[in-house]
């Protein structure tokens, strides 16, 4: 599993909020699977070798985190 502390995968995931259109591109995928598979691409061209669970967990882990701020 990729360690989100690792330096690469923190460039990636800058990467992914500093390019507005490649976040639009990315969050506009409504299929998980295009979705991992997108990213799992761009890591590539970035040099990173991202596995599909590392793409699944960091999903899950945003999701828990956005229904923990989101709770009244």
């Given at each position: 599993?990729a360690d989100?502390?690792?330096?690469?995968?923190?460039?990636?995931?800058?990467?992914?909020?500093?390019?507005?259109s490649?976040?639009?591109?990315?969050f506009?995928?409504?299929d998980?699977?295009?979705?991992?598979?997108?990213?799992?691409?761009?890591?590539?061209?970035?040099?990173?070798?991202l596995?599909?669970?590392d793409?699944r967990?960091s999903?899950?882990?945003?999701?828990k985190?956005w229904?923990?701020?989101?709770?009244?």
């Amino acid at each position: 599993m990729a360690d989100i502390s690792d330096p690469a995968f923190q460039a990636l995931c800058q990467s992914i909020h500093d390019t507005p259109s490649l976040h639009e591109r990315l969050f506009n995928l409504t299929d998980p699977d295009d979705f991992i598979a997108a990213v799992r691409q761009l890591a590539s061209i970035q040099g990173y070798d991202l596995k599909e669970e590392d793409v699944r967990q960091s999903m899950h882990t945003g999701r828990k985190a956005w229904i923990e701020r989101n709770r009244t």
